[in-house]
Nanobody, 121 residues
């Protein structure tokens, strides 16, 4: 069974940094894209950052100059480095991956369980 396992959330002061990790485990033929979404209380889930197979990335405008996303293909892992954190970055962060599972060749879109990031002012 393919699943996503996240780590790295926590409490940080404004201006600080955190790094989130998400590893895809199980039998996988290939991963098209991996990314991070977030959902703050009372708000809809929104895209934070995404990286596709070619290495191309896209970011929400609110984080573009502060967050970076990277991927270790050998480990099927994506990282989100978050710098200059602001209180408005407080949310549950969810990992997302679009991949092809083995041996079924099923195309799956998976979500992690979510990790809480709290930024205090």
């Amino acid at each position: 069974q393919v699943q996503l396992v996240e780590s790295g959330g926590g409490l940080v002061q404004a201006g600080g940094s955190l790094r989130l990790s998400c590893a895809a485990s199980g039998s996988i033929f290939g991963i098209d894209s991996m990314g991070w979404y977030r959902q703050a209380p009372g708000k809809q889930r929104e895209l934070v950052a995404r990286i596709i197979n070619s290495g191309r990335t896209n970011f929400a405008d609110s984080v573009r100059d502060r967050f970076t996303i990277s991927r270790d293909n050998a480990k099927n892992t994506v990282y989100l480095q978050m710098n200059s954190l602001k209180p408005e970055d407080t949310a549950v962060y969810y990992c997302n991956a679009a991949l092809v599972a083995a041996p079924s060749y099923r195309y799956l879109e998976l979500w992690g369980q979510g990790t809480l990031v709290t930024v205090s002012s």
